[in-house]
C-alpha cells in the first residue's frame, strides 16, 4: 500500500512538473502586443503596432518552443491616422484582400524560434531571437517587406526602408 501511495505522489509531482515546464499559452492583446518600427528618410524611426491579434504558445522554461497566431491587418496603427489608411489600402497590406498576417513555427532551438510568416499572400520563412523581460517573452527579428510585395510597385516614391523590425512580447499565463 505504502509503495502504491509513493508511485502516486510521484505520478502526481510529474505531471504538475510537466505542466509548468511545457504549457500552452494564449496570445491575446490583453497580455501581448506586436510591434513594428521601420526607417522613414524624413521622420527617422516610425513605431506601429497591430491592435487585433490572437494566437497561442507552447513555453518551456526560458523558451518558446512553438507558436502559432494570426493578427488582422486592418488594425495596423502608427498613431497617425492618413498613415494607417495608406498602410491599409492596396499600396501596402491591402487589407481587403489579404485581411490576416499568419505565422506558424516549424522549428525552435535555445533562443530562436523559426516558422512560416505570410504577409500580402506571401510565405517567408523567418527566424525570431526570444529572449525574456522579467515576466515577459520577447521574440524579435527583422524582415524585408519588399519580399512580401508590400510597397513593391511604389519605386523611388518610397519613403520607408525595406527592412522592418518586428517584435512580440507576450506574458504566459501562470
Same mark, same amino acid.
Not at 518552443?65 to 498602410?87: C, F, M, Q, W, Y
Given at each position: 500500500?505504502?509503495l502504491?501511495?509513493?508511485?502516486?505522489?510521484?505520478?502526481?509531482?510529474l505531471s504538475?512538473?510537466?505542466?509548468?515546464?511545457a504549457?500552452?499559452?494564449?496570445?491575446?492583446?490583453?497580455?501581448?502586443k506586436?510591434?513594428?518600427?521601420?526607417?522613414?528618410?524624413?521622420?527617422?524611426? +516610425?513605431?506601429?503596432?497591430?491592435?487585433?491579434?490572437?494566437?497561442v504558445a507552447?513555453?518551456?522554461?526560458?523558451?518558446?518552443?512553438?507558436?502559432k497566431?494570426?493578427?488582422?491587418?486592418a488594425?495596423?496603427?502608427?498613431?497617425?491616422?492618413?498613415?494607417?489608411?495608406?498602410?491599409?489600402?492596396?499600396?501596402?497590406?491591402?487589407a481587403?484582400?489579404?485581411?490576416?498576417?499568419?505565422?506558424?513555427?516549424?522549428?525552435?532551438?535555445?533562443?530562436?524560434?523559426?516558422?512560416?510568416l505570410t504577409i500580402?499572400g506571401?510565405?517567408?520563412?523567418?527566424?525570431?531571437?526570444?529572449?525574456?523581460?522579467?515576466?515577459?517573452?520577447?521574440?524579435?527579428?527583422?524582415i524585408?517587406?519588399?519580399?512580401?510585395?508590400?510597397?513593391?510597385?511604389?519605386?523611388?516614391? +518610397?519613403?520607408?526602408?525595406?527592412? +522592418?523590425?518586428?517584435?512580440?512580447?507576450?506574458?504566459?499565463?501562470?
Amino acid at each position: 500500500m505504502k509503495l502504491a501511495k509513493v508511485f502516486i505522489s510521484a505520478a502526481l509531482i510529474l505531471s504538475a512538473a510537466t505542466a509548468a515546464f511545457a504549457a500552452d499559452t494564449p496570445i491575446t492583446p490583453s497580455r501581448a502586443k506586436v510591434e513594428f518600427f521601420v526607417k522613414h528618410r524624413l521622420l527617422g524611426v +516610425v513605431p506601429g503596432y497591430f491592435g487585433e491579434f490572437e494566437g497561442v504558445a507552447s513555453v518551456s522554461g526560458e523558451n518558446v518552443t512553438t507558436l502559432k497566431g494570426k493578427i488582422k491587418t486592418a488594425s495596423v496603427n502608427t498613431e497617425n491616422t492618413k498613415r494607417d489608411d495608406h498602410l491599409r489600402n492596396e499600396d501596402y497590406f491591402d487589407a481587403p484582400k489579404y485581411p490576416e498576417i499568419t505565422f506558424n513555427s516549424t522549428a525552435s532551438a535555445a533562443g530562436t524560434i523559426t516558422g512560416d510568416l505570410t504577409i500580402h499572400g506571401v510565405t517567408k520563412s523567418v527566424t525570431l531571437k526570444i529572449s525574456r523581460d522579467r515576466d515577459a517573452f520577447v521574440l524579435e527579428g527583422q524582415i524585408d517587406r519588399t519580399h512580401f510585395g508590400v510597397g513593391k510597385g511604389l519605386g523611388t516614391s +518610397v519613403q520607408i526602408a525595406d527592412e +522592418v523590425n518586428i517584435k512580440l512580447w507576450f506574458r504566459p499565463q501562470v
